[in-house]
T-cell receptor
Framework: DGGITQSPKYLFRKEGQNVTLSCEQNLNHDAMYWYRQDPGQGLRLIYYSQIVNDFQKGDIAEGYSVSREKKESFPLTVTSAQKNPTAFYLC?????????????FGPGTRLTVL | QKEVEQDPGPLSVPEGAIVSLNCTYSNSAFQYFMWYRQYSRKGPELLMYTYSSGNKEDGRFTAQVDKSSKYISLFIRDSQPSDSATYLCAMSQTNDYKLSFGAGTTVTVRA
């Protein structure tokens, strides 16, 4: 059963701590993405990766870091430099061939800073 | 000004009503237009996509694109309580892996 998994579903962080959100896909997609969703603001792109060992900053990359060591995995680290990290984080993947980009999303991780 | 504008609502309609959702955009290079549906505390899922201008129908759902006005719409006929969700418009240029999303409109269909 193909899809995208994210863990944990809920995550609580104290101020000053780094946390890592997991994203795994078994769709054999080359491209993977991280978005942040806040109420009334839609989805904002944090980072994306089109191939293993390569990734690009999105619109709001400051305070975040990623790695892409395996095709299936694209973890996101929220560092202490991110001033307002409380949000819903969504991971997505897509193929890289074809004229348009249908992205498949995971169930999300809700991060709360205490 | 945001690249894609979408009224966040919320929108509440009685069961059986027609739901009308829309987005405007500023980038004339957008060629692919998508609607995603997102249930509460879940990830979005693609509902429909349209290339360039025109209409596309899929069951109770109709998507319209008017590139001359930079305006897209989604209509839901005979709405059901199961249609209660947030609907996000998204768009991209040809062969571009980046999607630009609207803020999402939250719809509630009352039984």
């Amino acid at each position: 059963d193909g899809g995208i998994t994210q863990s944990p579903k809920y995550l609580f962080r104290k101020e000053g701590q780094n946390v890592t959100l997991s994203c795994e896909q078994n769709l054999n997609h080359d491209a993977m993405y991280w978005y942040r969703q806040d109420p009334g603001q839609g989805l904002r792109l944090i980072y994306y990766s089109q191939i293993v060992n390569d990734f690009q900053k999105g619109d709001i990359a400051e305070g975040y870091s990623v790695s892409r060591e395996k095709k299936e995995s694209f973890p996101l680290t929220v560092t202490s430099a991110q001033k307002n990290p409380t949000a819903f984080y969504l991971c997505a993947s897509s193929i890289t061939q074809g004229p348009y980009n249908e992205q498949f999303f995971g169930p999300g991780t809700r991060l709360t800073v205490l | 000004q945001k690249e894609v504008e979408q009224d966040p609502g919320p929108l509440s309609v009685p069961e059986g009503a027609i739901v009308s959702l829309n987005c405007t955009y500023s980038n004339s290079a957008f060629q692919y237009f998508m609607w995603y549906r997102q249930y509460s505390r879940k990830g979005p899922e693609l509902l429909m996509y349209t290339y360039s201008s025109g209409n596309k129908e899929d069951g109770r759902f109709t998507a319209q694109v008017d590139k001359s006005s930079k305006y897209i719409s989604l209509f839901i006929r005979d709405s059901q309580p199961s249609d209660s969700a947030t609907y996000l418009c998204a768009m991209s240029q040809t062969n571009d892996y980046k999607l630009s999303f609207g803020a999402g409109t939250t719809v509630t269909v009352r039984a």
